[in-house]
C-alpha cells in the first residue's frame, strides 16, 4: 500500500558558499498520518451521532405526543386509555430494542412481526417473506403500523376467534431509485367484518405513517371474510457517504 515520509535535509557549503553536500533525514510516518486520519474520522461520526440523536429524540417524542393525543381522543375512561396508550408505548419500545439490537443501521422485518405475534399461537399467524432489514424509519413506522393491525385483529378480526388466521407476506421489487416493499395483511376466519361507520385511530395511523411519513401507499379493504391491508413502500437507498442516513 501507499506510504507517506516525511523528509528533512540541509546543504552544507563551503567558505565559498558553494554546496559541497547535504545531510538529512527521511522518516516514515505512515502510522502517524493514519492515527490522525482515525482521531479525525473518530470524531466527524461522533458529530454525526449527536445530530442523528437528536434528530431521533425529537421524532419519539413527537410519535409518543401523537399517539398520546389520538389515544384520549378515542379512550371512554381514564382505564381505557392507561390500557391503550401502555401498549402502543410498548410496542414503540420493542422497535427501538430491535433498532438498538441492530446498532441503529436497521432492524429485520420478521423480527418485528415475531415480536408482534410472539403473545399469539403459532397457528393463528402465517409469515412469508425474504429476509429484509429495515433502515430506522421504516422499522419504526411499521413496527406502530403491524402493533395496530395486530391489536385490532385481536380485539375485533381474526386472532379473536379459536380458527381465525393473520397472513402477513412481502416481497421487495426493483425501482428506478431503489425497491419497492409490498407487504399484505390478510385475515381468514375471524367473525364477518362490517364497514366502519368512521375512520379510526388505527386506520388513520397505518395511512398516516405509510403515506405522510414514507411517502407509500396504503389500501385498506375491510372485506366480509376479513379484513385486507396491502402497505407499498419506496425503499430509497440511504448514501454511502453518509453511514447514518435512514
Known amino acids: 500500500g501507499a506510504r507517506y515520509v516525511n523528509i528533512r535535509g540541509k546543504v552544507l557549503r563551503d567558505a565559498s558558499g558553494r554546496p559541497r553536500r547535504m545531510i538529512g533525514v527521511v522518516l516514515d510516518v505512515t ?8 482521531v479525525t474520522e473518530s470524531e466527524r461520526r ?8 437528536n434528530h431521533r429524540v425529537k421524532n419519539t ?3 409518543v405526543q401523537s399517539i398520546a393525543s389520538q389515544t384520549a381522543r378515542r379512550a371512554q375512561s381514564v382505564d ?5 396508550f401502555e401498549a402502543r408505548l410498548l410496542a414503540l419500545s420493542a422497535t427501538h430494542n430491535a433498532l438498538t439490537q441492530g446498532g441503529w443501521e436497521g432492524a429485520s422485518l420478521r423480527q418485528l412481526l415475531e415480536n408482534e405475534f410472539s403473545p399469539y399461537a403459532r397457528e393463528h399467524v402465517e409469515l412469508e417473506g425474504p429476509n429484509l432489514d429495515l433502515q430506522p424509519r ?14 385490532n385483529a385481536a380485539k375485533y378480526g381474526a386472532l379473536s376467534t379459536p380458527g381465525g388466521v393473520v397472513r402477513v407476506s412481502w416481497r421487495t421489487e426493483p425501482a428506478d431509485d431503489g425497491r419497492v416493499l409490498t407487504l399484505q395483511w390478510v385475515e381468514r376466519g375471524g367473525p364477518r367484518v362490517e364497514l366502519p361507520s368512521r375512520r379510526g385511530f ?3 395511523l397505518v395511512q398516516g405513517s405509510i403515506e405522510h411519513e414514507l411517502g407509500g ?3 385498506i379493504a375491510y372485506e366480509p371474510e376479513g379484513l385486507r391491508v396491502r402497505l407499498t413502500l419506496p425503499m430509497a437507498q440511504p448514501a454511502l457517504s453518509d453511514p447514518f442516513a435512514y
Open 46 to 53: 461522533q458529530r454525526l451521532l449527536i445530530n442523528e440523536l
Open 217 to 219: 401507499r396504503a389500501e
Open 31 to 38: 502510522d502517524r498520518r493514519a492515527a490522525f486520519a482515525a
Open 61 to 63: 417524542l413527537a410519535t
Open 80 to 84: 381505557g386509555f392507561r390500557e391503550s
Open 138 to 151: 421504516y422499522a419504526l413506522a411499521l413496527g406502530m403500523v403491524v402493533h395496530e393491525l395486530a391489536t
Open 202 to 204: 388505527g386506520s388513520r
